[in-house]
């Protein structure tokens, strides 16, 4: 888990590292063990003022398409830097006019174990539709909950950098004291 002020320096390199221009401005950085998702505003297009809802959507789609294939290199030399400094891969994606599209990102597989009462769960989901899989399953549940749980969440990840705090004042991060008698003076 990362601190406040760590999430903050990350946020920071990519502010400095970003091509000038590349964004409209960096919407968003967050980051966990294995990833670094990158979002950027872009500016919308310009669809005449009678375009239809389609023909507007239509126009989004082609900026983001063009906006990601104009700076792929750019994007993946700022990528190589970040990987090798954080040790996570870097994932991309553009906010514009009011739709975030992520063009990649990484899907980390997790262990666990499920009793009987949450396979049904899944598989209830699997068998109304909702869900292909018990992996898409359990993926969705996620999503419900971190939606739900939000302030929860944030106050959870607010109590960690504390704990985290207080373990950077503990003893084995003091500097050491000089035994009485070696120091100068």
Same mark, same amino acid.
């Given at each position: 888990?990362?601190?406040?002020?760590?999430?903050?320096?990350? /946020? $920071?390199?990519?502010?400095?590292?970003?091509?000038?221009?590349?964004? *409209? *401005?960096?919407?968003? =950085?967050? =980051?966990? %063990?294995?990833?670094? @998702?990158?979002?950027?505003?872009?500016? $919308?297009?310009?669809?005449?003022?009678?375009?239809?809802?389609? !023909?507007? +959507?239509?126009?989004?789609?082609?900026? =983001?398409?063009?906006? %990601? +294939?104009? @700076?792929?290199?750019?994007?993946?030399?700022?990528?190589?830097?970040?990987?090798?400094?954080?040790?996570?891969?870097?994932?991309?994606?553009?906010?514009?006019?009011? /739709?975030? #599209?992520?063009?990649?990102? =990484? &899907?980390?597989?997790?262990? @666990?174990?499920?009793?009987?009462? !949450?396979?049904?769960?899944?598989?209830?989901?699997?068998?109304?539709?909702?869900?292909?899989? %018990?992996?898409? &399953?359990?993926?969705?549940?996620?999503?419900?909950?971190?939606?739900?749980?939000?302030?929860?969440?944030? +106050?959870? %990840?607010?109590?960690? !950098?504390?704990?985290?705090? #207080?373990?950077?004042? $503990?003893?084995?991060?003091?500097? +050491?004291?000089? !035994?009485? $008698?070696?120091?100068?003076?």
């Amino acid at each position: 888990m990362m601190t406040k002020e760590q999430r903050e320096q990350l /946020r $920071g390199w990519f502010t400095g590292r970003l091509p000038d221009g590349l964004f *409209e *401005e960096l919407a968003e =950085v967050t =980051v966990d %063990r294995e990833e670094i @998702t990158v979002i950027g505003r872009v500016p $919308g297009p310009r669809p005449a003022k009678d375009a239809s809802p389609a !023909e507007r +959507e239509a126009a989004v789609e082609g900026r =983001v398409q063009e906006f %990601r +294939e104009r @700076t792929r290199d750019d994007r993946i030399a700022v990528a190589r830097d970040a990987e090798r400094r954080f040790g996570r891969k870097v994932s991309w994606g553009v906010e514009c006019d009011g /739709r975030r #599209v992520l063009f990649t990102h =990484v &899907a980390a597989p997790v262990m @666990t174990r499920l009793r009987q009462p !949450e396979r049904q769960v899944l598989d209830t989901l699997i068998a109304s539709g909702v869900a292909r899989s %018990r992996s898409e &399953a359990l993926a969705w549940c996620v999503r419900l909950v971190q939606r739900h749980t939000d302030d929860w969440l944030t +106050e959870l %990840r607010e109590s960690l !950098e504390h704990v985290q705090r #207080v373990r950077d004042r $503990g003893p084995d991060n003091e500097p +050491e004291e000089a !035994e009485p $008698g070696t120091g100068s003076g």
